[in-house]
């Protein structure tokens, strides 16, 4: 709320400074988020770690980082007036979760024809 509060101030004196401003702010939530999210992290990783086999867990892990990621850069793009950057950006994180993916898909197919097969 400081930082709405400063961008509005920050809008009407000096408007070039509003996208550093934001992205300052962007900065330091993304740290406090951070710093919130390792604690989930561990209690998910503790929960994951007796349910998931070890390369699924990895995957979705990663996945799951790179969906904040890339969500907090496309939001970055479009409060900066670039959204066709922010939709390219939000193309490449789901590509590249769906590159991430592809070991799950093939192992889910294998089993499928694994028991299609012996059925």
């Given at each position: 709320?400081?930082?709405l ?9 000096k408007p070039?400074?509003?996208p ?14 951070l710093s919130?999210a390792?604690g989930?992290l561990?209690?998910m990783t503790t929960?994951?770690?007796?349910a998931?086999?070890?390369d699924t867990?990895?995957?979705?892990l990663r996945s799951?980082?790179?969906?904040f990621?890339t969500?907090l850069?496309?939001?970055?793009c479009?409060?900066?007036g670039?959204?066709?950057l ?6 490449a994180g789901r590509?590249e ?5 592809l ?16 059925g």
């Amino acid at each position: 709320m400081t930082a709405l509060c400063a961008l509005s101030v920050l809008r009407s004196y000096k408007p070039e400074w509003a996208p550093f401003l934001r992205l300052s702010a962007s900065v330091v939530l993304l740290g406090a988020i951070l710093s919130l999210a390792a604690g989930v992290l561990s209690d998910m990783t503790t929960l994951l770690d007796d349910a998931l086999p070890a390369d699924t867990r990895r995957i979705l892990l990663r996945s799951l980082g790179l969906a904040f990621a890339t969500e907090l850069c496309a939001g970055i793009c479009r409060d900066s007036g670039e959204t066709a950057l922010a939709a390219w950006v939000e193309t490449a994180g789901r590509l590249e979760i769906l590159v991430l993916a592809l070991p799950l898909v093939r192992a889910v197919a294998d089993t499928v024809a694994g028991l299609l097969s012996a059925g």
